[in-house]
C-alpha cells in the first residue's frame, strides 16, 4: 500500500509562486510513476505533469509548460511540483497520484486511471 500526502497548497497572487509537495509512503516510491493532477470547481480532473521513477523524464500539459516543473527525491520518498508565474486559472484543488507501474506512456499517463494511489488533495488559489 501507498499513502501520499500533499502539502505547500495556499492563497497566491497572480504572477507568484508556489512548491507543492508529495510525500509518500509505504511501497518502494522510487519504482512509481508518479503524475499530478488538479480539478477546478465545475470542471473534470485534468493531468498537469508526470515523471518518470528515474526523474530523468518529465511530460506538462500545455497551459503549465515554461511554468511548473516537476521533481522527485527518492532517497526523501517525495514528489514536487514547482509552480512559478501563477494565473488565475490554474485555480484548483492539486493532487498527487502515483501508479504501480515504473514507466506510462503519452495518453496513459494523462489518465488518472492509469494511478493506483492518490492523496486528499491541496488547495491552490491563485487571486487576480
Known amino acids: 500500500q501507498v499513502q501520499l500526502v500533499e502539502s505547500g497548497g495556499g492563497l497566491v497572487q497572480a504572477g507568484g509562486s508556489l512548491r507543492l509537495s508529495c510525500a509518500t509512503s509505504?511501497?518502494?516510491?522510487?519504482?512509481?510513476?508518479t503524475g499530478w493532477f488538479r480539478q477546478a470547481p465545475g470542471k473534470d480532473r485534468e493531468f498537469v505533469a508526470g515523471?518518470?521513477?528515474?526523474?530523468?523524464?518529465?511530460y506538462y500539459v500545455d497551459s503549465v509548460k515554461g511554468r511548473f516543473t516537476i521533481s522527485r527525491d527518492n532517497a526523501r520518498n517525495t514528489v514536487y511540483l514547482q509552480m512559478n508565474s501563477l494565473k488565475p486559472e490554474d485555480t484548483a484543488v492539486y493532487y498527487c497520484?502515483?501508479?504501480?507501474?515504473?514507466?506510462?506512456?503519452?495518453?496513459?499517463?494523462?489518465?488518472?486511471?492509469?494511478?493506483?494511489?492518490w492523496g486528499q488533495g491541496t488547495q491552490v488559489t491563485v487571486s487576480s
Open positions: 497520484a502515483a501508479s504501480i507501474y515504473t514507466s506510462l506512456d503519452s495518453i496513459r499517463r494523462r489518465s488518472g486511471s492509469a494511478y493506483d494511489y
Open positions: 509505504g511501497r518502494t516510491f522510487s519504482s512509481s510513476y
Open positions: 515523471i518518470s521513477r528515474s526523474g530523468s523524464s518529465t
